[in-house]
């Protein structure tokens, strides 16, 4: 009997999320000015962008990667561990570290490698990877790329993790969470966790790709805004392509951590290294993101322009203090429609629809940035207003 072809296979999944209206769509972006796309020769208002501070296209940020491209070249040329360590990666490993508190950081190209990596190295096959069930879904792969034992707890609770990690008490085990969930935007209970993976004798992973630059005093991040230091959170990964502009990512920890990693991580050991201008740039922004607090104090006034903006107009909104403002649709038709109608007024907001989220959890993902003004929130709501969302059951 024939195998079945893997493409044609491929094309059926396919057309049947079509036929659910679940596809998922690419969208190409002409130009970018500040919280303004230009996308299919419109010019439209973005809210669902992660540049959190505002600092993607600062002309010091691009002057800072073209120097260095001047001087480095492109590419890195090469893996880390070959000859593509440059004095750019070193510097910025050098400030993520000082800036978080931590012993040392190394790099990765992405938060997926970079989560991916450390789940390799750290866990053997069989071993306990409790997580959130709304984590990232790096996290999720990383412990089952593993071959970790994966042990999912409802969401931020601390009593239902307790559970999961009382399964066994045989060999290590790891609790990895976000610290500000990318659909939801609300923030773990990482005390509470820090406490329950002391007593249980775990270690405590957090990915911290959506608080760093936003939270803390420094903008440090969610760990740091909750009091907790490398002891209480052995394992931070953190990306450098959201609050802070670049792309990238990287661990930061102990010694023992980055030099196992640097052994043992194989998304670290086997891939080209980052383009040392972009580290450079990434450098700069880590130095604005600590310098320039007025970026985090005017968000967190349009955070909360928005949200109250939004209560008054009795709109679904999830509770988040952070950028990211979801309102809950539930429908993933009328989550798409809503969307359609806000870019037919020029604002670019995405609609979130499962396998994205779960099932009845579709929403407009809406994100805040520095760079929008009072008058741009107020037009969000105002066309907010007109789509009649208030009834929508939360």
């Not at 809210?47 to 480095?72: E, M, V």
């Not at 931020?156 to 559970?163: E, F, H, K, L, Y």
Request: net charge negative; with cysteine; hydrophobic share 45%.
């Amino acid at each position: 009997m024939p195998r079945p072809d893997l493409l044609e296979r491929l094309a059926v999944q396919t057309a049947e999320r079509s036929q659910a209206q679940l596809q998922r769509r690419l969208r190409t972006i002409a130009h970018t000015d500040g919280p303004w796309v230009e996308s299919n020769g419109r010019r439209l208002l973005a809210f669902c962008s992660n540049d959190y501070l505002g600092l993607a296209q600062h002309p010091s940020l691009i002057a800072a990667l073209k120097k260095a491209a001047d001087t480095s070249g492109v590419g890195s040329g090469s893996a880390h561990l070959i000859c593509g360590h440059r004095r750019e990666h070193a510097a910025l490993e050098e400030a993520l570290a000082e800036w978080t508190g931590r012993e040392r950081a190394l790099l990765f190209s992405t938060g997926y490698m970079a989560n991916h990596g450390v789940m390799q190295a750290l866990l053997q096959r069989g071993e306990l990877c409790v997580q959130d069930k709304l984590n990232h879904a790096c996290l999720l792969d990383g412990a089952q790329l593993a071959g970790a034992t994966l042990k999912r707890y409802p969401h931020g609770d601390i009593d239902a993790a307790a559970r999961q990690l009382r399964i066994t008490t045989e060999g290590c085990a790891l609790l990895a969470t976000d610290g500000v969930f990318s659909m939801d935007g609300d923030i773990a209970p990482l005390r509470d966790l820090a406490a329950l993976c002391d007593s249980e004798g775990a270690t405590l992973m957090v990915d911290d790709a959506h608080g760093l630059g936003v939270l803390g005093n420094d903008g440090a991040g969610s760990v740091a805004e909750a009091g907790l230091g490398e002891r209480d959170v052995p394992v931070l990964m953190a990306t450098l392509g959201k609050a802070l502009g670049c792309s990238g990512a990287f661990v930061a920890g102990s010694a023992a951590l980055v030099d196992g990693l640097i052994q043992f991580a194989r998304t670290y050991i086997y891939t080209t290294a980052m383009p040392p201008a972009l580290a450079a740039a990434a450098h700069c922004a880590v130095a604005m993101a600590r310098s320039e607090s007025w970026r985090r104090e005017k968000l967190n006034h349009l955070i909360q322009r928005f949200r109250r903006g939004a209560t008054e107009l009795g709109l679904p909104l999830m509770p988040s203090r952070t950028a990211i403002q979801p309102l809950l649709l539930r429908d993933a038709q009328r989550a798409l429609e809503a969307s359609q109608a806000l870019e037919a007024q020029g604002l670019l907001v995405v609609a979130i629809r499962p396998p994205t989220v779960p099932q009845d959890q579709a929403r407009l993902r809406i994100t805040l940035s520095a760079a929008h003004e009072e008058a741009h929130v107020d037009r969000l709501l105002e066309a907010l207003a007109s789509l009649r969302l208030a009834d929508a059951p939360v």
